[in-house]
């Protein structure tokens, strides 16, 4: 990420002072039943340049490093950190759910990432060991808005919007090289927010879904949450724009006209007694549940896919026998059914859930309320935080055998039973992804369109023959699947078969929720 001079001068100054308060702490030494720490080749530093450099990625790094260790300790300033890379540890995690919590970070998401004022956050945070506080009664407001009739609604209105997109890339025929994830990023930023915001919708404009992306982009230098404003200006004055805009969509009441999902947030936030600013502000928040894993995992579905002809054909034919219904006549439409693909398209589903094992690069995120004893072995000192990086838990051998570093598209089926535990890609029982049914679906329906109506070839820049070669990582940190740091091009050409028809969406009512595996 580039910084301008001012806002390099003022990086400078942070890690100075970060240093001095890091120096004063070298001294303090591990309790020994706490995992054994893991020092960094740089000083007191290291692993703060690490995890801004590569994100959680960089823990696993580090488990690379050290295979013999279950857990470790990293000690970064003001912040001590566990790190889980073992399945059998997550058990233990889910029977200390109290006080080992995902709440408290809401609290800190409120400050850092939607800059809320200190008011706020004191009624966002927990109250208690183990539960309380706002942002737990906001989560537990979106639940029910993800499921049943919400669910539907969104998932009615996000197809709608697809269709467009898809639609005009079909008849674009001016444009048949595009960049696969920038194309995928507006396509499906356009659906989810649509779904969720309604009409008056703030991300219609192009110019804040660009400020969106701007922050998302610029997010690890605004969680550090020192003079954001002049360390992260681009970012922040993105940020700020959106908040602006989320301001006037509430004071036009757009959320009555939105999801079950934006009013059950409104009105969650509202008993909580944030003032219209902050409701904002966490709006703005709700951005990267909705758009910044959906929309890499969605590319990287895609890539796995297209570069694997022998399982497109095999998706392809499942969803085309299943889940594709054609009306011949006069008006002759091609309707892809949700429902189906859920009930009639096993092998699709399971190579759908392989993809996010194979590309997670998340980490799921803890606080340690108390002391506790993990497993019996392993100290987690109160105050402290625990990670469980994806790419670690999802390599791991105890969970996915001899063939843990493959794609294995059948890993999912029932006819294909494997040791439970370890997938983490949603999150980690109790606390798991609310909206999990809704980006399962809109990656689902989108591949199925995108796979049955075109072929992909890859291209360079110059529009010359290339391969399915994996490009660069951009480690942001909102993104579980990192997006590619540069442009990958391909060539969309219209499939033969069904070319003139009309095509559509079909989401039954009361079909939405996938059986998808979970941590």
């Given at each position: 990420?580039?910084?301008d001079?001012?806002?390099?001068?003022?990086?400078?100054?942070f890690i100075?002072?970060?240093?001095?308060f890091?120096l004063?702490?070298?001294g303090?030494?591990?309790d020994?039943?706490?995992?054994?720490?893991?020092?960094?080749?740089i000083p007191v530093?290291?692993h703060?340049?690490?995890?801004?450099?590569?994100?959680?990625?960089y823990?696993?790094s580090?488990?690379?490093k050290?295979p013999?260790?279950?857990?470790f300790t990293v000690?970064?300033?003001?912040?001590?950190?566990?790190i889980?890379?073992s399945?059998?540890?997550?058990?233990?995690?889910?029977?200390?759910a109290r006080?080992?919590?995902?709440?408290?970070l809401?609290g800190?998401a409120t400050e850092?990432?939607?800059?809320?004022?200190?008011?706020?956050v004191?009624?966002i945070?927990p109250l208690?060991?183990?539960g309380g506080g706002?942002?737990?009664?906001v989560v537990?407001?979106?639940?029910?808005?993800?499921l049943g009739?919400?669910?539907?609604?969104?998932?009615?209105a996000?197809?709608?919007?697809?269709?467009?997109?898809?639609d005009?890339?079909a008849a674009d025929?001016?444009?048949?090289?595009i960049d696969l994830?920038d194309?995928?990023k507006?396509?499906?930023t356009?659906?989810?927010?649509?779904?969720t915001w309604?009409?008056?919708?703030?991300?219609?404009?192009?110019?804040?879904?660009d400020?969106?992306w701007e922050?998302d982009?610029?997010?690890?230098?605004v969680?550090l949450?020192?003079?954001?404003?002049i360390?992260?200006r681009?970012?922040?004055k993105?940020?700020e724009?959106l908040v602006k805009?989320?301001?006037?969509y509430?004071?036009?009441?757009g959320h009555e006209?939105?999801?079950?999902?934006?009013k059950?947030?409104y009105?969650?936030?509202?008993?909580?007694g944030?003032p219209m600013?902050d409701?904002?502000?966490?709006e703005?928040?709700?951005?990267?549940g909705?758009?910044s894993?959906?929309i890499?995992?969605t590319?990287?579905?895609?890539f796995d896919l297209?570069?694997?002809?022998d399982v497109?054909?095999?998706?392809?034919e499942?969803?085309?026998a299943?889940?594709?219904?054609?009306?011949?006549?006069?008006s002759?439409?091609a309707?892809?059914?949700?429902?189906?693909?859920r009930?009639k398209?096993p092998f699709f589903v399971s190579?759908f859930?392989?993809?996010?094992?194979?590309?997670?690069?998340?980490a799921?995120?803890?606080?340690v309320f108390?002391d506790?004893?993990?497993?019996g072995?392993?100290?987690l000192k109160?105050g402290?935080?625990?990670?469980?990086p994806?790419?670690?838990?999802?390599?791991?051998?105890?969970?996915?055998?001899?063939?843990?570093?493959?794609?294995?598209?059948t890993?999912?089926?029932?006819?294909?039973p494997?040791?439970?535990?370890g997938?983490?890609g949603?999150?980690?029982?109790p606390s798991?992804?609310?909206?999990r049914?809704?980006?399962?679906?809109e990656?689902?329906?989108f591949?199925?369109?995108?796979?049955?109506?075109?072929?992909?070839t890859p291209t360079?820049?110059?529009?010359?023959?290339?391969s399915w070669?994996?490009?660069p990582?951009?480690?942001?940190?909102a993104?579980s699947a990192t997006p590619p740091s540069?442009p990958?091009?391909?060539?969309?050409?219209p499939?033969?078969?069904?070319?003139?028809?009309?095509?559509?969406?079909?989401?039954t009512r009361?079909k939405?929720q996938f059986?998808?595996?979970i941590?």
């Amino acid at each position: 990420m580039a910084f301008d001079a001012v806002s390099a001068l003022a990086l400078l100054a942070f890690i100075a002072l970060a240093s001095i308060f890091a120096l004063s702490r070298a001294g303090d030494k591990l309790d020994p039943r706490e995992p054994p720490e893991i020092k960094s080749t740089i000083p007191v530093l290291g692993h703060l340049f690490g995890l801004l450099s590569k994100g959680v990625s960089y823990y696993y790094s580090l488990s690379l490093k050290n295979p013999d260790l279950p857990a470790f300790t990293v000690n970064i300033p003001q912040a001590k950190t566990y790190i889980i890379t073992s399945p059998a540890l997550l058990a233990a995690v889910q029977r200390n759910a109290r006080n080992i919590s995902f709440e408290p970070l809401l609290g800190q998401a409120t400050e850092r990432i939607a800059g809320c004022s200190q008011e706020t956050v004191n009624k966002i945070r927990p109250l208690r060991s183990g539960g309380g506080g706002g942002g737990q009664d906001v989560v537990h407001a979106m639940h029910p808005a993800l499921l049943g009739d919400g669910l539907d609604d969104m998932n009615e209105a996000m197809a709608k919007n697809l269709k467009v997109s898809i639609d005009e890339l079909a008849a674009d025929s001016s444009k048949p090289t595009i960049d696969l994830f920038d194309w995928c990023k507006d396509a499906m930023t356009i659906a989810s927010t649509d779904s969720t915001w309604g009409p008056l919708n703030p991300y219609k404009s192009k110019f804040l879904r660009d400020c969106f992306w701007e922050l998302d982009n610029g997010l690890g230098q605004v969680v550090l949450n020192f003079a954001p404003h002049i360390i992260a200006r681009k970012p922040w004055k993105a940020r700020e724009a959106l908040v602006k805009a989320f301001k006037a969509y509430l004071e036009a009441k757009g959320h009555e006209q939105g999801s079950m999902l934006a009013k059950a947030r409104y009105t969650s936030l509202s008993e909580v007694g944030l003032p219209m600013d902050d409701i904002a502000r966490q709006e703005v928040g709700m951005g990267f549940g909705l758009l910044s894993n959906t929309i890499p995992s969605t590319f990287w579905f895609l890539f796995d896919l297209f570069s694997r002809p022998d399982v497109l054909e095999k998706v392809r034919e499942e969803v085309r026998a299943n889940a594709l219904h054609i009306t011949e006549g006069s008006s002759r439409s091609a309707i892809i059914d949700l429902a189906d693909i859920r009930d009639k398209c096993p092998f699709f589903v399971s190579t759908f859930q392989e993809s996010l094992r194979f590309r997670s690069r998340g980490a799921p995120t803890r606080y340690v309320f108390e002391d506790v004893l993990l497993d019996g072995k392993y100290l987690l000192k109160k105050g402290s935080t625990l990670q469980m990086p994806a790419v670690a838990l999802h390599s791991h051998p105890n969970s996915w055998g001899s063939s843990s570093a493959e794609f294995k598209p059948t890993r999912y089926l029932k006819t294909n039973p494997r040791k439970v535990g370890g997938f983490v890609g949603f999150g980690v029982s109790p606390s798991v992804c609310p909206g999990r049914h809704f980006a399962s679906s809109e990656i689902l329906i989108f591949a199925a369109a995108l796979i049955l109506r075109f072929d992909f070839t890859p291209t360079s820049s110059s529009s010359s023959p290339s391969s399915w070669i994996e490009p660069p990582l951009n480690y942001v940190l909102a993104a579980s699947a990192t997006p590619p740091s540069k442009p990958f091009y391909v060539k969309a050409t219209p499939r033969d078969e069904y070319k003139d028809y009309d095509w559509d969406f079909r989401v039954t009512r009361g079909k939405g929720q996938f059986g998808l595996v979970i941590g």
